[in-house]
Nanobody, 122 residues
Framework: QEQLVESGGGLVQPGGSLTLSCATS????????MNWIRQVPGKGPEWISS???????RYAESVRGRFTISRDNAKSTISLQMNSLNTDDTALYSC????????????????WGQGTQVNVSS
């Protein structure tokens, strides 16, 4: 069964850190391009980071230098290390999978997870 399951969300104070994980199943994971997206109620989804099949990462300007994406092909998982969190980072964070390189370059996604909520508040 093809599945993406996020975990690691929660409440954190401004300036704090959090690590999100995404476990996948049912995919030939090592050939998949992986992404993190976040969404706030009332707004469209915001792409924040991607990682290709060999570990090259891209970041949105809003998180560059604070967030780090990584992948573990042996475990079929990706992670998002988030540092220096601020209230603007409050959102539902989802991982998404892209099959083709062309779609990866265009930030198009084939599968989404349900997401994990991150709340940054004092």
């Amino acid at each position: 069964q093809e599945q993406l399951v996020e975990s690691g969300g929660g409440l954190v104070q401004p300036g704090g850190s959090l690590t999100l994980s995404c476990a996948t199943s049912g995919f030939f994971f090592s050939t998949m391009y992986m992404n993190w997206i976040r969404q706030v109620p009332g707004k469209g989804p915001e792409w924040i980071s991607s990682i290709d099949t060999v570990g090259n990462a891209r970041y949105a300007e809003s998180v560059r230098g604070r967030f780090t994406i990584s992948r573990d092909n042996a475990k079929s998982t990706i992670s998002l290390q988030m540092n220096s969190l601020n209230t603007d980072d409050t959102a539902l964070y989802s991982c998404a999978l892209t099959r083709s390189y062309r779609d990866f370059l265009e930030n198009k996604f084939d599968y989404w997870g349900q997401g994990t909520q991150v709340n940054v508040s004092s």
